[in-house]
């Protein structure tokens, strides 16, 4: 079955920097158009960056241009989120998944980005 886990998510200061990692299994990760997205208490899920298959695009939020970089690793089906100058408003548990969901509305834990001086 799918399963997506994120990791890589921690306690940072504003201006710093941390890289989310996305291990997918149960799906063929490759022809697949991967998203991460970010969610606070109370609020819809956001998309935040995107990356097509074979990484021959991106694109992102207005929140993360410039700031965030979408990568993928299709040999070791792991999707990426480089973040750098971060600001307490990027708070947020981020998930990943495929573009569209490889199953249903199956996601996985999230990864905790805490902001704070």
């Known amino acids: 079955q799918v399963q997506l886990v994120e990791s890589g998510g921690g306690l940072v200061q504003p201006g710093g920097s941390l890289r989310l990692s996305c291990a997918a299994s149960?799906?063929?990760?490759?022809?697949?158009?991967m998203g991460w997205y970010r969610q606070t208490p109370g609020n819809e899920r956001e998309l935040v960056a995107t990356i097509t298959t074979a990484g021959c695009s991106t694109t992102y939020a207005d929140s993360g241009k410039g700031r965030f970089t979408i990568s993928r690793d299709d040999a070791k089906k792991t999707l990426y989120l480089q973040m750098v100058s971060l600001k307490p408003e990027d708070t947020a548990v981020y998930y990943c998944n495929g573009i569209p969901r490889p199953s249903g509305d199956y996601w996985g834990q999230g990864t905790q980005v805490t902001v704070s001086s």
């Open positions: 149960g799906f063929a990760f490759r022809m697949y158009a």
